[in-house]
């Protein structure tokens, strides 16, 4: 039985803002890679401009071209009605909508207000709907925005309940600046849960105050049984400076190994993915877990 399902958005979101795009070979062998992890959800592309996100250029490709299991969704990112209608034609199963309660970062990250966004994002999943397609909500922002600072836990709460009238499934709850902490996210998540219901809930934090896994863990404390994470701290936010990227895989699925909290995923074969991207990229993945294992084996050896 799985407690608690780990929601995987590294070909996404971890790689979106990388200056020079994976390569799309690599990019299908990376989620191929994940689909043998124990994974039931893998984040695998964004149907958006490819001038404004050039490294999702290829998500038609990748679509088209990965081998899918029966059992794992692969949600794409839809801001708008073109982009559902290319998740149509590539057999997306998952649309994803977005939406923030901050007005300054709406309409410097999406050139629209909190109330246009919504509204796009209503459009969309209605006809996602009507094609057949579930749709995933995310807010960015939830607790803190980099141009208006601290954000009202009821702004988020009220903002859940439009998303969940639009016909979203579920709300993905992120920390896009990675600035919060244990008490200010169970305030934050408490308001959404009498909004919403906490089983509509998933938790999205960025790791750049090194809050995250404790950020996880008073979010499960209250419920929540989805957690998105990526593969060896994959991403970034560019409007955090020093931002560590999203929440390592591993790094959340040793925290719950040691409670024992199921979640059916194999960290040995996430750090092996992770190895896998981090070294066509020319890096070395920010999770303190893989590195930790990867010392541990070369003592070993």
Known sequence: ?????????????????????????????????????????????????????????????????????????????????????????????????????????????????????????????????????????????????????????IKVAKLSEELIKIGCYEISLGDTIGSGTPLKTKDMIKACKEAVGVEKLAVHFHDTYGQALANILASIEIGVKVIDTSVGGLGGCPYAPGAKGNVATEDVLFMLNGMGIETGVDIEEICSASKFVFEKLGRIPSSRVYNALASKKKRIN
């Open 1 to 153: 039985m799985i407690d608690i399902t780990i929601y995987e958005v590294g070909p996404r979101d971890g790689l979106q803002n990388e200056k020079i795009p994976l390569d799309t070979n690599d990019k299908i062998k990376f989620i191929n890679i994940l689909s043998d992890t124990g994974l039931l959800f893998i984040e695998s592309g964004a149907f958006v401009s490819p001038k404004w996100v050039p490294a999702m250029a290829d998500s038609n490709t990748v679509l088209s071209r990965i081998n899918k299991k029966n059992n794992i969704k692969y949600p794409v990112l839809t801001p708008n009605l073109k982009g559902l209608e290319d998740a149509v034609k590539y057999n997306s199963d998952t649309a994803c909508v977005f939406a923030t309660p901050s007005e300054t970062f709406s309409k410097k990250n999406t050139n629209c207000s909190v109330k246009e966004a919504l509204a796009r994002a209503k459009e969309v999943a209605e006809e996602a709907i009507n094609k057949g397609l579930k749709v995933r909500g995310y807010i960015s922002t939830v607790m803190f925005c980099p141009y208006e600072n601290e954000i009202e836990s």
